[in-house]
């Protein structure tokens, strides 16, 4: 019986040494190439990915798959590289990250450029900023170059501060994005609280508001049914019934 990374080999007691030692060789080389590798480069170093090859910067850690391809590390040069959706010009000195087919999901680009949201909706996304997509090319997660207007579940429109970061449910939902100004918006069906301008605010996959900052002295209904005043700056959060988490 043999143990490699915590995992029991049973071999025949009547195998012969040379099938054992062949035998426990092919299990290494296989154990070992089962899982990925990370390495440090000495240089600036072209490498394969699952898709294309790039170079990589000398000095940083690239992560590879069981076949050796890189499929994390840093760029070395600004290089143009296809996204699971657009060709996107990716900057050097900051980390991409490469799927099983040879896309880029996730990097930072060297300028503006504009993609389609998975809400359906082109924006301006922001240079030097980290942009994410997901696995149809629709950005997931980004910084808005524009101020740009949303509507929640009940209605109500709000602006995001430009040059903030965005992120959005798989559904098209708003998960978190930045106040242009004070707004109020709803933390249930029957509730509406005041949020402060440029502080970032979440929703929770209905639509409503899971977490903010109050914009003035308000009193919540807590989980335990009690009473609690929070102060204007307060950072607040809420389950999904809307009510104050401590």
Not at 68 to 76: K, Q
Request: glycine residues 8%; neutral net charge; contains cysteine.
């Amino acid at each position: 019986m043999l143990n490699f990374h915590n995992k029991l080999i049973y071999l025949p007691q009547n195998t012969n040494r040379m099938v054992k030692l062949l035998t426990i060789l092919f299990l290494t080389l296989s154990l070992t190439c089962s899982a990925s590798e990370s390495d440090t480069l000495r240089n600036d170093t072209l490498m394969s990915t699952p898709g294309f090859s790039a170079y990589f910067k000398g000095g940083t850690v690239v992560k590879k798959n069981s076949m050796g391809e890189v499929i994390e590390g840093v760029l070395a040069v600004d290089t143009d590289l296809w996204t699971t959706g657009p060709l996107v010009f990716f900057a050097s000195g900051f980390k991409i990250k490469i799927n099983e087919r040879g896309y880029v999901y996730s990097g930072v680009s060297v300028a503006n450029f504009i993609a389609l949201a998975c809400n359906n909706n082109f924006y301006e996304f922001k240079g030097k900023t980290p942009i994410a997509f997901d696995s149809q090319g629709l950005v997931v997660e980004g910084f808005l170059a524009q101020s740009v207007e949303f509507v929640t579940v009940d209605g109500i429109h709000f602006w995001t501060m430009p040059g903030t970061d965005i992120r959005f449910y798989s559904s098209g939902k708003v998960m978190h994005a930045t106040l242009s100004a004070t707004e109020k918006l709803s933390i249930n069906q029957n509730e509406k609280i005041a949020f402060w301008a440029h502080r970032q605010i979440t929703f929770s996959p209905e639509g409503y508001v899971s977490q903010g900052v109050t914009a003035k002295k308000t009193t919540f209904v807590d989980r335990n049914g009690n009473t609690v005043t929070k102060q204007q700056g307060d950072v607040v959060r809420f389950d999904s019934n809307g009510l104050l988490i401590e």
